[in-house]
């Protein structure tokens, strides 16, 4: 037996399957936990002298007991946000006539001048194959402003009201790093890219009582999949954010465990108030930075010297960079400025990330090896955008499309975020996508890219913990690590593939306490 002498358990895991995703299935069926950590590993027999007075038994009944999932990449406001807004997702509406039903069944019970909000839609899985624009809006709402966001967040759609409300005519000029989508005669159609920090402060936020209420939803659905611990990666994240993230956790509304990435455009407000890297607790604590490339305007911005400088100025302040980049040109552009980085200032370690990481060929995989990145990408958008990517990416990209395979065999380090609330957060669908590169509708993509299921577990757990610095900490199962378990209904490693995304959770552990349970 591994354990910690000298101190009695407050819980002891018993008759377990004890899965940690190193080495798979261990020979321990119990795990004692005290003070919110594992102190000692076993057989049954061998845990007994950890048992005291006031040590609490729990019986697995056989299950699969496993490391609570990381999700290290969310947007955990927007997700709150959309948990309160009405549900456009491909499973709610098909059309843009469902879209506008949904609006004017909202609106007859408002106010006027009450926003409406909506969020999820999918132009591809709409009957009509486009963005919803404002007339079709004006149509079910025109006493209400409305907006409506995109499944990825990063284009929205607003009606006439709302358009007025935030100050966009005609003659306003797109904002830097945002397109407002325009018809022939030059006039906005409602559809807006890229301009979420542009209405950030011209549409009002959510009073506090109903982000909460939103956030404490968010936290029920993350537990309820076994999330132990969200990296929140918006890139608009500020100080007031941070401060709002502080009073989430006083306020004890949300349980999962959080790395906060401040945006790279507010990092000097954190250095300034000496906010360095790691700052906070096991509860929350300061991340990488985030940064954005895009090509909004079919243009990388920003370009590659400034990005250099940017990745440069967090390398050299000992921060993690998390650079968001999709297509391979932003992807090499992203490792171009981190080789850089490396080379005018050399530093052990320094972990910086890849966000998304989409397109991927063996040229970059073998540069990001080489700089020491890590990817954090998003095996489950196989499955819910496969399909789209199977209709619309050039056939020369697709081979190199979420390449998990060819990143993992050069050894790159692999983390698996869902990029909620742009899809559903369950790690299983995830880990189902990763394994099998099924699309929703079944169709395969890019199967040869498919990796084994151990591997796949492990980018939902210990593979969050290493973009975080936090492998010691959780991500397995092991003596002296925080007690964030879960068990499961079955266990992956035996399960047939199929079957993986039908895996539940039946209890979700956090620091040693029950926190989640599912009912029967």
Known sequence: MDSRPGRKADLLLLNARVLTPEVGILQADSVAVAGGRIIGMGQRSEVENLRGRGTKLLDCQGRTLAPGFQDAHVHLLSLASSLISLDLSPSSV??????????????????????????????????????????????????????????????????SLALSLVGITRETPDPPGGLIERDEAGEPTGVLFGMDRYLEDRIPRLKWE?????????????????????????????????????????????KPRIIFMPGWESLSEFINEGLRPGRGDEELRLGPVKLVMSRTRSVLEPMLEELSQQILFIHRSGFQAAIHAVEEEEVEAAVTALERAQQLFPRPEPRHRLEHCSECPPRLAERLKRVGAVVVSHPAFVYYNGDKYLAEVSRSKLPWLYPFRLLWENGLKLAAGSDSPGVPPDPFSSIYSAVTRRTRSGQLLSPEQAIPIRQAILMHTLGGAYAVFEEGDRGSIAVGKLADLVILSANPLEVPNEDLKRIQVEKTILAGKVVWEREN
């Open 94 to 159: 098909s059309s843009i006539s469902d879209i506008q039903q949904k609006v004017r069944e909202k609106a007859s019970r408002c106010p006027e001048g009450t926003w409406i909000r909506g969020s999820g839609y999918n132009e591809f899985y709409l009957k009509e194959r486009r963005h919803p624009n404002r007339w079709d809006l004006d149509k079910a709402a025109q006493r209400h402003p409305v907006k409506l966001v995109h499944r990825t967040g990063l284009a929205c759609v607003l009606n």
């Open 210 to 254: 109903d982000l909460r209420r939103g956030l404490k939803l968010a936290e029920q659905l993350l537990l309820s999949l076994g999330i132990t611990a969200v990296h929140e990666a918006t890139v608009h994240n500020d100080l007031p954010r941070w401060q709002t993230f502080q009073r989430m956790k006083e306020e004890g509304c949300f």
